[in-house]
């Protein structure tokens, strides 16, 4: 929620650009996620990476898994529950011992639901959903009816149309649903086996449908909270993150009781995502390495998690993105080619060439985001690649990786296998 609030104030008067671009990151990548794992026929997202090369899967699944996990997503539940759910309330003379003793008393709890998996949790999470959609429709309403303000002029990196949508691409990055969705995606697929589909048109069909369902109400939301941001900066200023836009935008509309009740449902929502993924982590790093049981593993998560989101918000959303901007571009043509497939063969030449492709330019954009300059290379880049003002030079790479995976699949015919 916290990003297309941010989005919406920094876009101002270019929000609907920018707001298409998050949608295509931020909803229509994790449909495309889960629709990829049912399509695939995979067991989970290593088997799935591992058509590029065996490394590729172990490598790529560890460092998606660490960053939906202890480095940015897990921290990011209990900065974000803080910045909501507490921070409003203690005045501005607020410091690193708050922060300290509410991540403390957070990630304890993680810790202490992670260990024994209980029903509890699932049943909180059922609950939290409906009452969180049912609080931000009422905001949203009032938001429509009575807005803040008029949009304002947009900020530097959303000044033009085509800008405004290029970052609102990239922004759809931060909210690492793409990456969640190929390795949660196997969870609904199960499911859907479970209600009688048995093949693997069917599964991918229902899959779907479902995964249609629940775009379309996420992007809906998406595009309310960001109106908000759009419409609340000369009521509330302009805020370093989105967690400030929304809790003093329910603080304009309903007062401190109103941001109190926001306080409360979203600092639970986090602790039941926060839960969700140290358990899912904890099992993965369990598996990879049996020699440290799960509570070792949840251990190491929960306290790795609380210490990294001393760091604050903001610093934690900044570190994130050279990570984001190198894995995003293989994540998108691991997707693309789950359904490409076919025209080569579903071989791994086709995989590899073209993810080999895709790394130079991702490793380079991860690099330059991280402050590693090139000057030599940025300005050939400029001026050879198309999109490549926009974040987006590794799609020419991906194409021409591709065509050349087309043209080896073609020329070399495939090793005949002895038993």
Excluded at 87 to 108: D, M, R
Excluded at 193 to 212: H, M, N, P, S, V
Aim: glycine share 10%; hydrophobic share 55%; net charge neutral.
């Amino acid at each position: 929620m916290i990003f297309p609030a941010s989005l919406g104030q920094n876009a101002g008067l270019n929000f609907p650009e920018a707001i298409l671009g998050f949608l295509f990151t931020g909803v229509g990548l994790p449909l495309l996620g889960v629709m990829a794992i049912g399509y695939s026929g995979s067991r989970d997202l290593q088997e799935l990476a591992s058509r590029v090369h065996p490394i590729f899967g172990l490598l790529f699944t560890i460092l998606l898994y660490l960053t939906i996990g202890p480095f940015f997503a897990i921290p990011r539940t209990g900065t974000v529950s803080y910045e909501i759910g507490i921070k409003p309330f203690l005045g501005a003379a607020t410091g690193n011992l708050e922060l300290s003793i509410f991540l403390a008393v957070f990630f304890g709890l993680s810790w202490w639901f992670s260990i024994s998996p209980a029903k509890l949790v699932s049943r909180i999470g059922k609950v939290l959903t409906p009452l969180l959609l049912l609080f931000l429709g009422i905001l949203i309403v009032k938001s429509l009816i009575s807005p803040i303000g008029p949009m304002q002029a947009p900020t530097k990196l959303y000044a033009t149309s085509g800008l405004a949508f290029a970052q609102g691409f990239l922004d759809g990055y931060n909210t690492m649903d793409a990456l969640a969705s190929l390795v949660f995606g196997i969870i609904i697929v199960k499911s859907v086996k479970q209600y009688g589909a048995e093949f693997e048109r069917d599964i991918a069909a229902a899959t779907f449908k479902a995964g249609l369902i629940a775009a379309i109400c996420l992007g809906v939301v998406y595009v309310f909270i960001g109106n908000i941001g759009a419409t609340s900066v000369t009521g509330i200023g302009m805020q370093e993150t989105g967690a400030p836009v929304l809790s003093l935008s329910t603080q304009f509309y309903f007062g401190d009781p109103g941001a109190f009740i926001l306080a409360i449902i979203v600092v639970l929502a986090c602790l039941t995502t926060s839960i969700g993924l140290i358990t899912s982590c904890s099992t993965y790093f369990n598996e990879l390495v049996p020699a440290l049981s799960y509570r070792v593993w949840v251990c190491i998560f929960s306290v790795f998690s609380a210490v990294i989101g001393m760091f604050g918000l903001s610093t934690i959303i900044s570190a994130a993105i050279p990570v984001l901007m190198f894995l995003y571009p293989l994540t998108m043509v691991m997707m693309a080619l789950t359904f490409l497939a076919p025209l080569f063969d579903n071989r791994q030449a086709g995989y590899l060439i073209t993810q080999l492709f895709t790394l130079v330019p991702a490793l380079y954009d991860g690099l330059r985001t991280a402050g590693f300059e090139m000057p030599a290379l940025t300005n050939w880049m400029a001026t050879n690649l198309p999109l490549f003002d926009y974040g987006l030079g590794w799609v020419s790479f991906a194409v021409i990786g591709f065509i050349l995976a087309l043209c080896y699949v073609k020329f070399v015919k495939k090793t005949p296998t002895t038993v």
